[in-house]
């Protein structure tokens, strides 16, 4: 079946720090991978998204690129800020499902 | 224009009560999800409706939990006989068609708290 492992929480940086958060996947086929993201007291948000092998999907300045030969899709950001205080889910639609599988999320701090 | 929207915010009931949690997907979306998301158990998938077509029911824990879709828009989750593991935020999206290249869209949720 298909399944996500993201790298465990809390994360807490400050201002202007680099980000990653490791996320690898099983799945059946090949998959559509997703970057979601809570911000506190809001609703789930999709922060971007690849569908094929080595492409790079990027949104305020994060980027994940999708790579096949390790099953991952990692979520960087070169200098975070405050307002990307929220949670990170990783996530996947694969073979005939049309539903999403998602990590198990990482809750992100940024400190001034 | 207006987003998934979801009702009520927040439900505290009794166990053994029953519940139903509304879902007002985008208009014009055909696909429409529900989505479970609890402390124990992360984000789980429950139900979903595409179309006219039979939804499919996979991930609905037991059979006290039923949705439906009345005129291909508004959906309803009902919980029969609430537990306390029912405890959760219900989260419901939609989406132009159930293709994975299409982005659900969600809602707020609804949290719902069993006592």
């Known amino acids: 079946g298909n399944s996500v492992t993201q790298m465990e929480g809390p994360v807490t940086l400050s201002e202007e720090a680099f980000l990653t958060i490791n996320c690898t996947y099983t799945a059946t086929g090949y998959p559509s991978l997703f970057w979601y993201v809570q911000y506190p007291g809001e609703g789930l948000q999709l922060l971007l998204k690849a569908t094929k092998a080595d492409d790079k999907g990027s949104n305020k300045g994060f980027e994940a690129t999708y790579r096949k030969e390790t099953t991952s899709f990692h979520l960087e950001k070169g200098s975070v800020q405050v307002s990307d205080s929220a949670v990170y889910f990783c996530?996947?639609?694969?073979?005939?499902?049309?539903?999403?599988?998602f990590g198990s999320g990482t809750q992100l701090t940024v400190l001034p | 224009g207006a987003g998934v929207s979801q009702s009520p915010s927040n439900k505290v009931t009794e166990k053994g009560k029953d519940v139903e949690l509304r879902c007002d997907p985008i208009s014009g979306h055909t696909a429409l999800y529900w989505y479970r998301q609890s402390l124990g158990q992360g984000l789980e998938f429950l139900i979903y409706f595409q179309g006219n077509s039979a939804p499919d029911k996979s991930g609905l824990p037991s059979d006290r939990f039923s949705a439906e879709r009345t005129g291909g828009s508004v959906s309803t989750l009902t919980i029969q006989r609430t537990q306390q593991e029912d405890s959760a935020v219900y989260l419901c999206?939609?989406?132009?068609?159930?293709?994975?290249?299409?982005?659900?869209?969600f809602g707020p949720g609804t949290r719902l708290t069993v006592t």
């Open positions: 999206a939609s989406s132009l068609a159930s293709e994975r290249g299409y982005e659900q869209y």
């Open positions: 996530a996947l639609i694969s073979g005939s499902a049309r539903q999403l599988t």
